[in-house]
């Protein structure tokens, strides 16, 4: 199993050092970079403005390398390191961006273990081994997206359940805001754990994020939940790892956006109603709700699947309890299946795959509780 995650971890770093100009001009940082450059200039309203936005991308990556018509659908907030990025030359500036993407995951990494050890012979180096191996990690590097944030948002969340900070936990939901669905559902793990102080930080900081596009306009907040809304408009919707990458290529767009957002809300009020009872393991439901928070999410490419490596901790945590099988196998079959998705097959099977092992680990999950909760035989009688 090692063996085959260096291998993965290797394939990893030669597609990274590896991409085209070209591909790096047609990548989500060209957006990023040129709504970071409006900021610059003091236009703050610009980066949603899609004929300003588009203009700029143009200047970036001339010669059609980019759709211009591809819109910035970020919090404001998040434009700001692009802002600082975009004083350095393009091929400079993505670079710069890959090494502290890289910094991130060493940090994210370094909190989880301190968050939740494992124990063991499990390092430093096998955990970012792991992070390496896994494929939404390539998508993260080579797109310039901001999902080691994301990331690292998550791990303060389940750090924040040791650490009552409220610096922490505002930190935490600011960087999960970059990507509004996942703040909620991460929010939930604060409610399970009555961490009020940090639950009321997190979704300040947050709402903070989430209301920033207001310093360009009323606006500017409008058209960045447009955006966010019809981002499966901007590409396939089958491209998504998720429920609605299933079953939204049959439905029309319309519908498929209503869907995607009830499935969203409805997962969001079960893990509410969960997390309102007294659980038997606030690990068990940190887990499932990081699990869920990608597969119920209304839009979820390859890339931001990196955020699974939470839950996927917290999977190994529960295993040398005793809670769970070893998790281990399954993590490669979700990665394979992520990869085998990038060759563009019509049927998202990574969304399906981890489906599969949501409902067979939670299902061991019950079982080994209930045999915790049993009586010995001899006590019994």
């Known amino acids: 199993m090692l063996a085959v995650a260096v291998a993965l971890a290797a394939a990893g770093l030669v597609v990274i050092l590896t991409q085209s100009p070209a591909s790096r001009l047609s990548s989500d940082f060209t957006i990023n ?23 700029m991308m143009q200047r970036v990556a001339p010669d059609g390398a980019i759709d211009p018509r591809l819109p910035f659908s970020l919090p404001l907030v998040a434009a700001l390191p692009y802002a600082v990025l975009s004083l350095l030359p393009f091929e400079l ?26 124990g063991g012979k499990v390092t430093l180096g096998l955990g970012l081994v792991g ?10 590097f080579t797109e ?40 909620p559902v991460y ?33 500017g907040l409008s058209a960045m939940v447009h955006n966010a809304l019809s ?37 969001l009020l079960a893990l509410g109603w969960l997390a309102w009872r007294r659980l038997p393991s606030l690990i068990g439901f940190a887990t499932l709700a990081g699990a869920l928070a990608v597969l119920a999410s209304p839009h979820a490419l390859p890339h931001d699947l990196l955020i699974l490596a939470v839950p996927a901790w917290l999977a190994i945590v529960l295993c040398r309890q005793g809670a769970l099988p070893n998790p281990l196998p399954a993590l490669l079959a979700i990665d394979l299946a992520i990869l085998i998705d990038l060759r563009g097959i019509d049927v998202p099977l990574g969304a399906i795959v981890m489906t599969a092992v949501v409902a067979w680990y939670g299902w061991q999950f019950r079982q080994r509780a209930a045999r915790r ?9």
């Open 33 to 55: 970079y040129s709504a970071g450059a409006l900021v610059r200039q003091g236009h703050l309203a610009a980066p949603y403005d899609q004929a300003a936005l588009g203009a």
């Open 93 to 118: 500036a993505f670079r710069l961006c890959q090494l502290l993407s890289a910094a991130l995951l060493l940090l994210a990494v370094l909190l989880l273990q301190r968050a939740a050890p494992i």
């Open 131 to 140: 992070v390496l191996a896994a494929v939404p990690t390539w998508g993260a």
């Open 144 to 183: 310039g997206q901001p999902t080691a944030w994301l990331l690292l948002g998550a791990t303060m969340i389940v750090l924040a359940l040791r650490s009552d900070s409220l610096g922490l936990a505002a930190g935490a939901g600011i960087l999960l805001a970059v990507k509004p669905q996942y703040l």
């Open 187 to 219: 929010l939930t793990i604060l409610f399970a754990a009555r961490r009020w102080r940090s639950l009321g930080a997190a979704a300040t900081g947050g709402a903070i994020a989430l209301l920033s596009p207001l310093a360009g306009g009323a606006a």
């Open 231 to 267: 981002a499966n408009q901007a590409v396939a919707i089958r491209l998504n790892e998720s429920w609605i990458g299933v079953i939204g290529p049959v439905l029309p767009t319309r519908v498929a956006t209503m869907v995607a957002i009830a499935l969203y809300l409805a997962v």
């Open 373 to 381: 909760r049993r009586p010995p035989i001899g006590r019994a009688a």
